[in-house]
């Protein structure tokens, strides 16, 4: 039976390598979410990217300055948030090697998440990850713009990688697979993991390809890559998150950009139509989410608003955070 309203809590990168790792040996999986956990869990379905790789398995890939993998174990994080599937398509996937990327999907399986954007195969990155929500049956797909040497191929593990080009003929099969999804499904998401670090504002091309996926027939863009945040653009009927930023990790903090402040972006939906995005004002601090104290929430809150008017977005500022109108 199909309910009337559903909610979709979506979040940036969650890394739970290095120092996150070091620090999930001695407390509980929950720890990482601090008091975002309630937030999360009032959603119908959580969706995260896992911007590192579970795995107890591997070696760092060759000259690679950054390389996150957290132990196999650290799944129970993801199973203590009830997260709903994760994108896979990005550039710290591979950091450890095929078996450890191999074993994470395993990890994954049995936990019961769902996942997309990489996989043994092309066949399996490009697959869509389909779970139901109320009734309304939902299917992720994921892709990255990073890392094109590690290129799923018809015998080869890696990600779905896809260029930010409309004219590029893998931006145009990602395209047909939206195409193909939205006809057996209710609710068709892409994550799209593209373009630099910082900069506030999305790019023209992630302008774009976003607003083209939304044409194939995707209702709504999950964007992320950058370690900040950008504005929510309501386009044909869906939503394009530029960017979700960073949730939770161990990096080193920009005084001016600040990568340590996100939020959570939860998408509310009537049936299958789009009727508001709702933001939670977060925060990372000894390695986990946490909500800021009131000044700062009203801080990150006024930025953002910020941000989505510049992109046209209807804003109202609520005692949570944002309300974000088409």
């Known amino acids: 039976m199909v309910r009337s309203s559903i909610r979709l809590a979506f979040i940036g990168d969650v890394m739970l390598g290095r120092l996150v790792n070091r620090v999930l040996r001695d407390v509980p999986p929950s720890y990482v979410w601090g008091d975002v956990l309630p937030v999360l869990l009032s959603a119908d379905a959580r969706i995260a990217n896992l911007e590192c790789v579970l795995s107890d398995r591997g070696e760092p890939w060759p000259g690679k300055l950054f390389v996150f993998r957290s132990d196999r174990k650290n799944v129970a994080v993801l199973t203590a948030a009830q997260i709903t599937a994760v994108s896979l398509a990005n550039n710290h996937v591979l950091d450890f090697g095929d078996m450890a990327l191999k074993e994470m999907l395993d990890a994954l399986d049995e936990a019961g998440i769902a996942h997309a954007g990489a996989g043994r195969d092309a066949r399996e990155a490009r697959r869509p990850a389909a779970f139901v929500v109320s009734g309304i049956r939902c299917a992720l797909l994921a892709a990255t713009d990073n890392e094109p040497d590690w290129e799923a191929e018809p015998k080869s593990p890696g990600v779905f990688f896809v260029p930010c080009d409309p004219g590029d ?119 986990q989410a946490r909500r800021p104290d009131p000044i700062r929430a009203a801080r990150l809150s006024e930025r953002m608003r910020r941000l989505c008017a510049e992109l046209g977005t209807r804003v109202e500022i609520v005692p949570e955070g944002l309300r974000l109108l088409p």
């Open 169 to 287: 003929v893998r931006f145009q099969t990602l395209c047909e697979l939206v195409r193909q999804t939205a006809a057996s499904h209710d609710l068709v998401i892409v994550s799209y993991h593209w373009g630099p670090n910082w900069g506030e504002r999305p790019l023209p091309e992630h302008v774009r390809v976003g607003r083209a996926l939304i044409e194939a027939g995707a209702r709504i863009v999950y964007g992320h890559s950058a370690h900040i945040t950008r504005g929510v653009e309501f386009y044909g009927g869906g939503a394009i998150l530029y960017s979700c930023g960073d949730f939770v990790d161990d990096y080193a903090v920009d005084e001016i950009e600040r990568n340590d402040e996100s939020f959570v972006f939860t998408v509310v939906m009537d049936g299958t139509m789009l009727r508001e995005i709702q933001l939670v004002p977060t925060i990372i601090a000894d390695f």
